[in-house]
């Protein structure tokens, strides 16, 4: 396996391995990797002949009062984790290599962006869309791999790469979660023990809600209004937004009469988590 640090590095590494019929798979990650990013990586190793996995703490994705000074960076696992797991090429570059002056260019999505996460961190997507389109640029994937607990990004991103015409396919995987139904996530980490043990409060909410839809219930707001209930059985989650909205638009629904994606995001003392699921009806 190889490591580069640098852009002009990463670029002839892939021109050497493209030739051919040869699919090059991409799975950006922000580090501390986990099994969530290790079955992104075995889902690349099936449908890629090489695959790159790129590690980025993006500073920009991350608004004034969270958590990108703490976030964990423990590189020689994550170096471990990708040799183990097959990986030809890791990416993993210093925020000067990605950014040497001020970026005053961005990729913005409009529309997908304002609601669900988007409300309450304004500026966190089109840093999100700016740093996959360099990352693409940069490795020329012909398939990329995120993870659908980020349901909203990865509507956001395909969005992206329809309307600038990328070329290269978004391949969404299906949510890792432990035990107890918790997404996998980094940002578990920072859970002490009283709010790792609230936070299957999420997964619980959202399979009532889907019970729900399967047992013919239609109305949003009803269904919602359980969901909170749930929730509200611990003081530790301070619901963000509960909401029931189409899978494609982003818009919300009143009536459910075909897929939907259900999703969650609370906040705890120590940390922000999200989760969802889609739903047909
Ligand atoms: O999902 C993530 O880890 C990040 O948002 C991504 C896609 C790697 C961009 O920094």
Redesign the pocket.
């Known amino acids: 396996m190889k490591v580069a640090n640098k852009i002009q590095n990463v670029r002839s590494s892939v021109k050497a391995n493209r030739g051919g019929s040869k699919t090059i798979g991409l799975v950006?990650?922000?580090g501390a990797l986990h099994i969530g990013h290790i079955s992104l990586i075995q889902a690349a190793r099936k449908q890629s002949d090489f695959i790159v996995v790129?590690i980025?703490v993006?500073p920009t994705?991350f608004g004034p009062n969270e958590d990108f000074d703490n976030y964990p960076r423990p590189i020689d696992d994550d170096l471990k984790i990708c040799e183990q797991n097959g990986v030809d090429l890791v990416f993993a570059p210093t925020a000067a290599e990605m950014y040497p002056d001020e970026n005053i260019t961005w990729v913005t999505v409009e529309k997908l962006t304002d609601s669900l996460c988007g409300r309450s961190r304004p500026t966190h997507f089109q840093a999100?869309t700016t740093?996959?389109s360099k990352l693409f640029n940069i490795i020329q994937p012909d398939l990329a791999f995120?993870g659908q607990k980020?349901a909203q990004?990865v509507i956001v991103i395909k969005q992206m790469v329809a309307d600038l015409n990328m070329s290269l396919k978004i391949i969404t995987c299906p949510t890792v979660r432990e035990p107890d139904g918790l997404a996998v996530s980094s940002r578990n980490k920072y859970l002490n023990d009283e709010e790792r043990k609230a936070a299957p409060l999420l997964y619980k909410s959202l399979l009532k809600a889907e019970q729900l839809v399967k047992s013919g219930r239609k109305n949003t707001a009803d269904i919602i209004a359980q969901m909170k209930s749930i929730l509200s059985t611990s003081d530790l989650l301070q619901p963000d937004y509960i909401e029931i909205v189409d899978t494609r638009t982003l818009g919300h629904i009143e009536s459910i009469n075909g897929p939907v994606l259900i999703a969650v995001a609370v906040k705890l003392p120590s940390t922000r988590l999200i989760d969802n699921i889609i739903v047909d009806a």
């Open positions: 950006p990650t922000m790129s980025f993006n994705q999100v740093v996959c995120f980020d990004q």
